[in-house]
């Protein structure tokens, strides 16, 4: 066996952002599309870990109806528990889907919001049960009123590059809806590639579109999906469009619609090691980013999708 | 259940080639590293049909000890498989690690030839045992002989981005060891990153150098593994510096050091979804090299690690 190989080898590219924020959804987005129920001190323990481990951003969880999320059912105790352990929850946001949710995450004393709306009419009318502009007034309401309360608020656009049920969608659609966020004040828009369909071109015609229509490119963020392998691919080309924020869920979990080793969210870890790679910061620690992911893909019973833990640490 | 998802749109980005050459090196790289063995006949199957889903060029098979590597002991039946059912021969290279291999080879009716070196002194002197300088004079002899028997030889070069014994490889020491090879005359080179350390800015980096030693872009090749899941980064960073020839093994068969469904070679289902993102022609129908691709891996009792094939044709 050859000696164990270290990170990689650092190679700037010209124009790229010195520095990036990867936001960590892995305790949100990825633990609510998992079947494995996680203990609430287990969440606590999975966020803290990721903190330390140098993420500046970890989404907490969601204030979802626990009857249709019923992963997530905990979410008040999830926020008592990080406020006992005394972080700060403004690097927390919690999602609130709804003003019922946005009630209780403020009982609960969230300290940051996210909301999310869809770019298309058929996931808008499946998944949120209204028509899309009509959930799109409905999160700018939300928006509007976690602000006054004094939150920072940050919305999710979904099926920004494909619907399965409508096909390609159209960047200005994705755009006025990113817009419309902006507009209602969010600091920060995430485009969501929900089916995981998008490719490197696609990626730079979204951006340009959504900041033609006036959304500034430091207030974006991409939230990409490894469903047909593309995330990091369509990552470089986010970075080589001046985005500066890139969501990722540590363990790459989530999203498992087929395979146990096949992943929806992109994987922390892969995402940090490209970006080592090309010299860009983050401020993370790679080997405790992994160590919090085994935590949890062990708890989980399944190996990491993570191709870089797999490489690194086959478990 | 959605619909099921077709391909991509397409986003053209200025300055990408219009088309490129997808390389197929599952038959022989693949099936190198691959303990299950597979028979002859289905070899030549496999060659066939790849051929027959538009691939341009497949690799057949290794004339290498079969003391080495015994899965492709039946290197000359695989060529006399293909003879018989009237293929052309050029189109289906086989390497050739030495004078002997060369000899066999020659002797199977083999119509093009592919040879390799290393970029580092301790993988020369591990895997071909001889100095590194040494190895590729061996390689230059054996090129001359096969262009003076009148068949096209392309080199490979080994651990071009990082070696696990020596680390980070110097761009320089790629270029010369490439620049020898097309010296020596190669009609490609293919530069490989065989532990799958590289990122995208490395990829620009030795791209750049490897041409600066006078190496022409329309002659490199990238052979880029999926270790750390980097691959596809990687071949839009080649795409962007100008490389037009891409390896890619189907069903991501072979380098499977770790776990049942971790990657070495790049799958070449992936590398067809992003090109046909991106509107990059590569006359290759992905159907049908996934169809391909799904024989083997059925073969070899095993899921495919490619995400498109997990996405679209579960098993």
């Given at each position: ?28 987005d990825?633990?609510?599309a ?124 979904s099926m920004v590059f494909g619907d399965p049920?409508?096909?390609p969608v ?21 485009l969501g590639d929900t089916i995981g369909v998008g490719t490197p071109?696609h990626v730079?015609?979204v ?15 991409l939230h990409l999906h490894d469903t047909y392998g593309q995330a990091l691919a369509n990552v470089?080309a ?9 969501d990722a869920s540590?363990?790459g979990?989530g999203g498992c619609p087929y395979a146990?080793?096949a992943t929806g969210n992109l994987a922390?870890?892969d ?34 999708p ?10």
């Amino acid at each position: 066996m050859p000696p164990e190989v270290g990170l990689p080898s650092r190679h700037r590219v010209p124009g790229l952002p010195e520095r990036v924020t990867v936001y960590e959804v892995g305790a949100r987005d990825g633990l609510q599309a998992e079947a494995v129920p996680v203990p609430t001190a287990a969440k606590v323990r999975m966020i803290r870990e990721l903190l330390a481990a140098g993420l500046p951003m970890v989404e907490a969880t969601s204030f979802v109806s626990p009857r249709w999320i019923p992963q997530l059912a905990d979410a008040p105790e999830v926020v008592a528990g990080l406020a006992e352990a005394g972080l700060d929850l403004a690097r927390h946001p919690v999602l609130v889907p709804n003003d019922r949710g946005l009630d209780r995450a403020l009982e609960a004393g969230a300290g940051a919001l996210a909301v999310f709306v869809s770019a298309t009419e058929t996931f808008a009318r499946r998944n949120l049960n209204m028509e899309r502009w009509e959930a799109v007034e409905a999160a700018q309401k939300v928006t509007e009123r976690g602000a006054l309360e004094g939150r920072p608020v940050r919305g999710y656009v979904s099926m920004v590059f494909g619907d399965p049920w409508e096909g390609p969608v159209a960047p200005g659609q994705v755009a006025e809806v990113a817009r419309a966020l902006l507009d209602a004040g969010c600091y920060e828009v995430s485009l969501g590639d929900t089916i995981g369909v998008g490719t490197p071109g696609h990626v730079g015609a979204v951006v340009d579109a959504v900041v033609a229509a006036g959304v500034p490119r430091e207030r974006l963020a991409l939230h990409l999906h490894d469903t047909y392998g593309q995330a990091l691919a369509n990552v470089y080309a986010g970075l080589l469009a001046g985005v500066e924020t890139f969501d990722a869920s540590v363990g790459g979990i989530g999203g498992c619609p087929y395979a146990g080793s096949a992943t929806g969210n992109l994987a922390t870890e892969d995402l940090l090691w490209m970006l080592t790679g090309l010299g860009v910061e983050t401020g993370v620690d790679l080997d405790a980013a992994m160590r919090a992911g085994l935590a949890v893909t062990t708890l989980l019973g399944r190996p990491s999708p993570s191709r870089v833990v797999q490489a690194l640490r086959p478990n």
